[in-house]
């Protein structure tokens, strides 16, 4: 059974920053992705951030390259997203999810897993 824990959310002023943690538990032989998610009030999900788990290749959407930063630590089966510089626009729940097998996209229905979510909230 895999279960994904996300934890590092809060709140901070525009500008500021936060790193998002995502632990996951139980083993699933073909793992191929790693991927953020974000949700704001009335929008529907995005796709953030991915990486590929075995070439370890990054994926961004246009909106947080150059602030955003995923990274996996294979042997604490943590994946992490730096975020810099956030403004309110980033304001939502943001979500990890793991892929498995094909390819590392942000279609969300190629995610089985998903965590249940943490809040990222920045003021002006």
């Known amino acids: 059974h895999v279960q994904l824990v996300e934890s590092g959310g809060g709140s901070v002023q525009a500008g500021g920053s936060l790193r998002l943690s995502c632990a996951a538990s139980?083993?699933?032989?073909?793992?191929?992705?790693m991927a953020w998610f974000r949700q704001a009030p009335g929008k529907e999900r995005e796709g953030v951030a991915r990486?590929?788990?075995?070439?370890?290749?990054?994926y961004y959407a246009d909106s947080v390259k150059g602030r955003y930063t995923i990274s996996q630590d294979s042997a604490r089966n943590t994946v992490y997203l730096q975020m810099n510089n956030l403004q309110p626009e980033d304001t939502a729940t943001y979500y990890c999810a793991e892929g498995l097998g094909g390819l590392c996209t942000d279609v969300l229905g190629d995610f089985p897993y998903w965590g249940q979510g943490t809040q990222v909230t920045a003021s002006s």
């Open positions: 139980g083993y699933t032989y073909n793992r191929n992705c």
């Open positions: 990486i590929a788990t075995g070439s370890g290749n990054t």
